[in-house]
């Protein structure tokens, strides 16, 4: 199996910076493609950032200039560093991926169980 766990969430004044990790385990072969998405209450879920193996990013753009993608291939984990945060970022944050478990095999989607910001003065 495929397990994906999201850290880094937590509390902070708007302004400051959080960095959310998303690493995945079990048998995986490689991560094709790695994103981020926010639910917040009363919201439409929405995509956030994402990376491609080849290194292709994707922002929301409420959050370009703010939020950076990146990822640790070697240690299978995902990144995702905000800085510039506001009150509106406040929202529960959920790592996805797309994931090969073997060379032969295809990729599937895989979602972890999502970590908690809050931007609050």
């Known amino acids: 199996q495929v397990q994906l766990v999201e850290s880094g969430g937590g509390l902070v004044q708007p302004g400051g910076s959080l960095r959310l990790s998303c690493a995945a385990s079990?048998?995986?072969?490689?991560?094709?493609?790695m994103g981020w998405y926010r639910q917040a209450p009363g919201k439409q879920r929405e995509l956030v950032a994402g990376i491609t193996s080849g290194f292709g990013t994707n922002y929301a753009d409420s959050v370009k200039g703010r939020f950076t993608i990146s990822r640790d291939y070697a240690k299978n984990t995902g990144y995702l560093q905000m800085n510039s945060l506001k009150p509106e970022d406040t929202a529960v944050y959920l790592c996805?991926?797309?994931?090969?478990?073997?060379?032969?095999?295809?990729?599937?989607?895989?979602w972890g169980q999502g970590t908690q910001v809050t931007v609050s003065s």
């Open positions: 079990g048998s995986i072969f490689s991560i094709i493609a």
């Open positions: 996805a991926s797309k994931i090969r478990t073997s060379s032969n095999g295809g990729a599937y989607d895989y």
